[in-house]
């Protein structure tokens, strides 16, 4: 069994890929989201295989936001795992925005070198995906359909 943490699990693209994990029989699917208890993510980080790091803001009420959650949080899963024996592969949604000078931007490409940092120091697996704009339409998680 595979234990997959997907942290932004109630998100547009994060409730989308814990239905399809549900789905397989081979996968424990572990959530997190942003306003959960921090003891939840760490103890799903010392569980998971594998971190689908989709947790973010884009259009936060403070500028400062930006860093504090796209970077700071990637930096705290990153920080929990180098103090555990755990290293999963994470795979990180990061942003076409990161090649432009603007805070978010800025923000995701924080959290792209705080993931090679894991990968350097502490020699666990990452991924990173740079997506373009992301439109749909985000509706109440339903994990029992």
């Known amino acids: 069994m595979i234990r997959v943490l997907v942290t932004g699990a109630k998100g ?17 699917v572990l959530t997190f989201e942003i306003g959960d ?4 993510l760490t103890g799903a980080l010392g569980e998971a295989d594998v971190v689908f ?9 403070a500028v400062e936001e930006f860093g504090a959650v796209n ?4 930096r705290h899963v990153v920080d929990t ?12 949604t990061s942003s076409t925005q990161a090649l432009l000078d603007n805070p978010y931007g ?15 120091r502490d020699g666990g697996g ?3 995906f740079r997506l373009p ?6 509706s109440r998680p339903n994990y029992n359909s």
């Open 126 to 128: 990452a991924r990173v």
């Open 81 to 92: 795992l180098h103090a555990g024996a755990r290293r999963p592969t994470i795979v990180l």
């Open 71 to 74: 970077a700071g949080l990637t």
């Open 37 to 40: 208890p921090g003891e939840r």
């Open 53 to 61: 790091h989709l947790a973010g803001v884009n259009r936060p009420p």
């Open 133 to 138: 704009n992301v439109f749909g339409k985000w």
């Open 106 to 120: 800025k923000s995701k490409l924080q959290a792209e070198g705080v993931l090679k940092d894991y990968v350097d």
């Open 12 to 28: 547009f693209i994060g409730q989308n890929l814990v239905v399809a994990l549900l789905r397989r029989s081979d996968v424990e």
